[in-house]
């Protein structure tokens, strides 16, 4: 049996078609800063490799123990155009069960500290920029109903395990 995720704040965040554009965003952002890593910093790559199978594997484990689902996805859209064709096409195929923690958030938060990790990418504009891609994907998943807000917020201390672990011991930088 899934347990369904839902809170009363889900209620009031308001499906937006528009969300597809940062949640499809989050395969290049993924795919770009490991193939960035994997060629111009390797032991950047390899940190943000070790949070991707921490993060990903607990992942897995908690959604063994608490498998969990989403009902928000709306019946109906208010407006038919391209993006909301879109969204109802892609409903077919992506389920709304395990979604607590979200994957959409721990791969952000990874390619945000895997690129965060790497000294060529250190100016203040570069690090906003990564920080807001990161950001922009994790509230995708939930005006596009992906997700509930609870997926997003229980991602946090699976990120915090995963920093710990693979940033946040002393010696972990070379």
Not at 62 to 84: C, G, S, V
Not at 104 to 118: E, I, K, N, Q
């Amino acid at each position: 049996a899934y347990h369904v995720m839902h809170c009363a704040l889900d209620d009031a965040i308001p499906f937006s078609e528009w969300a597809l554009i940062p949640y499809l965003l989050w395969f290049v952002y993924l795919i770009g800063a490991l193939a960035y890593t994997f060629f111009l910093n390797v032991p950047a790559f390899r940190r943000m490799m070790r949070f991707v199978i921490v993060t990903y594997t607990a992942a897995t484990v908690i959604y063994f123990i608490y498998p969990t689902q989403q009902l928000l996805r709306p019946e109906a859209f208010a407006r038919d155009n391209a993006l909301t064709q879109a969204v109802a096409w892609f409903y077919t195929f992506d389920t709304n069960t395990n979604v607590c923690p979200s994957i959409h958030v721990l791969g952000s938060v990874a390619a945000m500290f895997g690129l965060l990790d790497c000294r060529k990418l250190q100016k203040p504009w570069v690090k906003f920029a990564v920080c807001v891609m990161a950001l922009l994907i994790c509230a995708s998943t939930v005006f596009m109903k992906q997700h509930s807000i609870l997926d997003v917020l229980c991602a946090l201390p699976v990120c915090a395990l995963g920093w710990r672990l693979c940033y946040g011991r002393p010696g972990r930088h070379g």
